[in-house]
T-cell receptor, first 114, second 115 residues
Framework: DQQVKQNSPSLSVQEGRISILNCDYTNSMFDYFLWYKKYPAEGPTFLISISSIKDKNEDGRFTVFLNKSAKHLSLHIVPSQPGDSAVYFCAASAGGQGAQKLVFGQGTRLTINP | DTGVSQDPRHKITKRGQNVTFRCDPISEHNRLYWYRQTLGQGPEFLTYFQNEAQLEKSRLLSDRFSAERPKGSFSTLEIQRTEQGDSAMYLC?????????????FGPGTRLLVL
């Protein structure tokens, strides 16, 4: 069973506009959520995280929103830059602050067009 | 320390052979994780260590797979009698540093191809 789902395999956005990546989860025990970015032939790079006690966390151009009732989170990137082109994974864990195993979605390939 | 390192970066082997991968975590991190990623999928959890103790193993980790973390520093993942279905990217992550906290930081991965 896929406990974390990213239903959009790909997304194309114009440079300078907002990119919105979505993620849904089914396990109500998840209490910590992360977004990672991955370039080809590299490991995932941590971007931003959010605890279930919050509904928003912001870091520069990146903002993560959490809607617990809908079991949905999203990553907003604004403004989008060409270097943001990569595969983005959302991940979730139960037990606080990612100290346990992470459950990943399938990923969304983001392409930023000049 | 510049991050998690993994060796080798690539490995091609014939079916039935044994392979071993190494992961060196960020220094002072007491937790170390192994994940496997196949094409078009996100990473899947295999196992994790706190210091030298292996605390959890996924059902994905068949009896052909064994992981160790002697002395709570580097870790090795061995696959015995490899099968073509073992072809994947094997990722290592670490966490648990006093300054960094519990966020898991990943290495570059070892790509395994079983012929």
């Amino acid at each position: 069973d896929q406990q974390v789902k990213q239903n959009s395999p790909s997304l194309s956005v114009q440079e300078g506009r907002i990119s919105i990546l979505n993620c849904d989860y089914t396990n109500s025990m998840f209490d910590y959520f992360l977004w990672y970015k991955k370039y080809p032939a590299e490991g995932p790079t941590f971007l931003i995280s959010i605890s279930s006690i919050k509904d928003k966390n912001e870091d520069g151009r990146f903002t993560v929103f959490l809607n617990k009732s809908a079991k949905h989170l999203s990553l907003h990137i604004v403004p989008s830059q060409p270097g943001d082109s990569a595969v983005y994974f959302c991940a979730a864990s139960a037990g606080g602050q990612g100290a346990q195993k992470l459950v990943f979605g399938q990923g969304t390939r983001l392409t930023i067009n000049p | 320390d510049t991050g998690v390192s993994q060796d080798p970066r690539h490995k091609i082997t014939k079916r039935g052979q044994n392979v071993t991968f190494r992961c060196d975590p960020i220094s002072e991190h007491n937790r170390l994780y192994w994940y496997r990623q196949t094409l078009g999928q996100g990473p899947e959890f295999l196992t994790y260590f706190q210091n030298e103790a292996q605390l959890e193993k996924s059902r994905l980790l068949s009896d052909r797979f064994s992981a160790e973390r002697p002395k709570g520093s580097f870790s090795t993942l061995e696959i015995q009698r490899t099968e073509q279905g073992d072809s994947a990217m094997y990722l290592c992550a670490s966490s648990g540093g006093r300054l960094i906290g519990e966020t898991q930081y990943f290495g570059p991965g070892t790509r395994l191809l079983v012929l």
